[in-house]
């Protein structure tokens, strides 16, 4: 079957860290950019990050850029996010998403999505 | 960073109406680079379009999709049950992907 699975979110303190993951399976993992896209609750969709298929090409939302790490391990057929000093604002669900290219951080639509996973920073 | 203005924020139709979604960008888009996303609650959005008029796999065709520059629209000819959801734009030609705010389509 062809799916994404996001693991890791959980309730976080502001200031700490966080890794999720996302597992794909049924289609050729490393033909395809990757990225991580969030949704706070009630609220709309925001790019977060993508990132190539052989991890050359990687890019983030202004928002996150210097707290956040996007990887991958083609072996592995995963896709990570390394949250780091949390904020409130980063409250959402984050959905693991193939990108629609192969090449490109940014330049894609999302062909598929995982059925995400809540992170929750607060006190 | 391209800004999309989604109109109207809510639409409340009947079923077999007709449906029509705006997408404003606030400058120019390359390259028809625009998909539309349906999200139902508690799911994850489905890509119903892409390349501004292209039907991803799947997706019936009382979908349409058209325009270009910095107006976009998705048109539903004919509203199904199912079809009531959320709809989010995505541009996808510039530095940075950006979405909408979304329609939701209610019944009314």
């Known amino acids: 079957e062809v799916q994404l699975v996001e693991s890791g979110g959980g309730l976080v303190q502001p200031g700490r860290s966080l890794r999720l993951s996302c597992a794909a399976s049924g289609f050729v993992f490393d033909g395809h950019a990757m990225h991580w896209v969030r949704q706070a609750p009630g609220r709309g969709l925001e790019w977060v990050s993508g990132?190539?298929?052989?991890?050359?090409?990687?890019g983030y939302v202004d928002s996150v850029k210097g707290r956040f790490t996007i990887s991958r391990d083609n072996t592995k057929d995963s896709l990570y996010l390394q949250m780091n000093s949390l904020r409130l604002e980063d409250t959402a669900f984050y959905f693991c998403?193939?990108?629609?290219?192969?090449?490109?951080?940014?330049?894609?639509?999302?062909?598929?999505w995982g059925r995400g996973t809540l992170v929750t920073v607060s006190s | 960073e391209i800004v999309l203005t989604q109109s109207p924020g809510t639409l409340s139709l009947s079923p077999g109406e007709r449906a029509t979604l705006s997408c404003r960008a606030s400058q120019s888009i390359s390259s028809y680079y625009l998909a539309w996303y349906q999200q139902k609650p508690g799911q994850a959005p489905r890509l119903l379009m892409y390349d501004a008029s292209s039907r991803a796999t799947g997706i019936p065709d009382r979908f349409s999709g058209s325009g270009s520059g910095t107006d976009f629209t998705l048109t539903v000819s004919r509203l199904e049950p199912e079809d009531f959801a959320m709809y989010y734009c995505q541009q996808y030609g510039g530095s940075q992907v950006t979405f909408g705010g979304g329609t939701r389509v209610e019944i009314k």
């Open positions: 990132i190539s298929w052989n991890s050359g090409n990687i």
């Open positions: 998403a193939q990108g629609s290219g192969y090449a490109s951080a940014s330049y894609s639509y999302f062909t598929l």
